[in-house]
């Protein structure tokens, strides 16, 4: 496996509340993303989020990356799942098997972020290239 991090902006955040009934709201958001680091680009994603009563929530999203890792170029879709509550909970983002194009045809991997009190984004790629 090889490891490479860096940040990313949101440059796009599209909120649609699907459904507000009682337990939990539905939302459907469409969001952009530019990416700096190893992974160099942009991405397009939809999600789908539960959030409900009493803080927790969880989401379940596919989201198409453009550009280049480590200087590869091509392009490969995230597969996004997190569950969670103010206890702790479970979060997942992985590249979708055979959905790579270009120089990074292969690609598999397994992507972690991190959110700062400031609200910067950072992330761990954490891949396999042939």
Known sequence: MTSTSGRFDLTRW???VIDDADGAKL???SNSKTFEGGIAGTSDA???QALAQEGSAAYVGIERV???ID???GTFVFRHSAAGS???GDFRVDVVPDSATGDLRGLRGELSIVKTPEGEHTYTFDYELP
Do not use: C, S
């Open 14 to 16: 599209d909120e649609e």
């Open 86 to 88: 103010t206890g702790g």
């Open 71 to 73: 200087g590869r170029k």
């Open 66 to 68: 453009r550009g280049e």
């Open 27 to 29: 939302v459907r958001v």
């Open 46 to 48: 939809e999600l789908l």
